[in-house]
């Protein structure tokens, strides 16, 4: 039986912003359709627009009015905003936001319903879309809250590595009354799991950073390590989680140990997000484990000193719609191999003789 090809459904994000511009320059690659066919959630009148714009006259968008009237193989696109809807390139305002919000919302709705398989969501002002409806830090506290989901991991991926954090959109200053045994437990059962059914990695190294300089070099500079993370890791161990540390962020990253894990937990959003914007800002991806389906964005925002301009990389939303695909893959998979006990003792002979641990990693000590 031919594999279904999924619907991706994408949230234009600010009108104002390069949401449209990576949106058009990543769809003119005709290989996108072969892997899913992707539906807009926006304004037709704000494509066109953006599309006059950038000059780019090998590219249209079949207008439909919902998901039942999609086309194969072309850039479907669903009239969300008013159409007395204006952009103000390069501009932060409440239109902008608004028009933010009404295509997240009705993305999200189908979403939840089943009507497309995935959502990738293009870059949101986290000022301007704020209303009665929008209270929250970004996408992914919304779309958390939508799902009813009790945790989500913030998990960034990129070909060098993935790194997902403890605490998100918070102050620094509230960090460490944050940083329990219960959110590290919680956040390593998340990307342990997503690991395994996400991204088909059957048995998952996780390194976890230390939260102090040094990693509290022996609770000299901060006790959270000896009181919390590693207490943290032993629970982790007694549940099968192949968890270690924890490591000095500096020299864990400066070493390029990073290479060895297929995962890393930071314990605040700088901490994670520094090295991998560094190494990975072009081609990096926001991905939200923990949902009942599946998300990505671009890791960047909305750009608008670039907007318009017709310079704006697309790698990184490419990247994400890539990305959502593997993972649909991916779950459908697993679907597949838990309902085939059969075909599960398939898979873990082939891995058995790859189970032993690299030796330089050492333990949670």
């Not at 996108?32 to 090998?58: E, F, Q, W």
């Not at 501009?91 to 959502?119: C, H, M, P, V």
């Not at 998300?295 to 960047?300: A, N």
């Not at 873990?348 to 030796?359: I, S, V």
Request: hydrophobic share 40%.
């Amino acid at each position: 039986m031919e594999a279904k090809i999924p619907i991706a459904g994408i949230s234009h994000g600010d009108i104002n912003g390069i949401g449209y511009e990576v949106i058009i320059k990543s769809l003119m690659d005709q290989t996108i359709y072969d892997m899913c066919t992707p539906v807009i959630y926006g304004s037709p009148k704000v494509g066109a627009y953006h599309r006059k714009l950038l000059n780019i006259a090998n590219f249209s968008f079949n207008n439909v009015r919902n998901v039942d009237e999609i086309s194969l193989r072309k850039a479907n696109i669903i009239n969300c905003v008013s159409d007395n809807v204006r952009v103000d390139i390069g501009k932060s305002n409440e239109q902008g936001g608004e028009a933010a919000f009404q295509a997240l919302e009705r993305a999200t709705n189908d979403l939840i319903s089943g009507k497309i398989d995935f959502l990738v969501t293009a870059p949101i002002d986290k000022n301007n879309i704020q209303s009665d409806q929008f209270h929250f830090n970004g996408h992914t506290e919304y779309i958390k809250t939508r799902a009813k989901a009790e945790d989500v991991l913030m998990f960034l991926v990129s070909e060098t590595f993935r790194i997902g954090v403890v605490t998100g959109h918070v102050p620094l200053k509230d960090v460490a009354g944050l940083i329990t045994v219960k959110s590290i437990l919680g956040k390593l059962r998340l990307m342990n799991q997503s690991l395994k059914i996400d991204f088909g990695i059957r048995k998952p190294l996780i390194a976890v950073l230390g939260l102090n300089p040094h990693a509290g070099d022996n609770s000299l500079i901060g006790t959270e390590e000896a009181e919390v993370i590693i207490p943290a890791l032993k629970e982790a161990e007694k549940e099968g989680i192949m968890a270690f540390g924890p490591f000095p962020a500096d020299g864990f990253f400066g070493s390029g140990s990073f290479s060895k894990f297929d995962g890393i937990l930071a314990m605040y959003h700088d901490q994670g997000l520094l090295p991998f914007k560094s190494l990975s800002f072009d081609s990096g991806v926001n991905f939200t484990a923990g949902l009942p389906f599946i998300r990505t964005s671009p890791d960047h925002g909305t750009a608008f000193n670039i907007a318009g301009q017709g310079v704006a990389s697309e790698n990184s939303f490419r990247q994400a719609l890539y990305l959502a695909c593997t993972v649909y893959k991916n779950r459908q998979l697993h679907k597949e191999i838990t309902a085939n006990p059969l075909k599960q003792q398939e898979i873990d002979n082939q891995h058995d003789k790859a189970d032993e641990l690299p030796p330089e990693i050492g333990n949670n000590e």
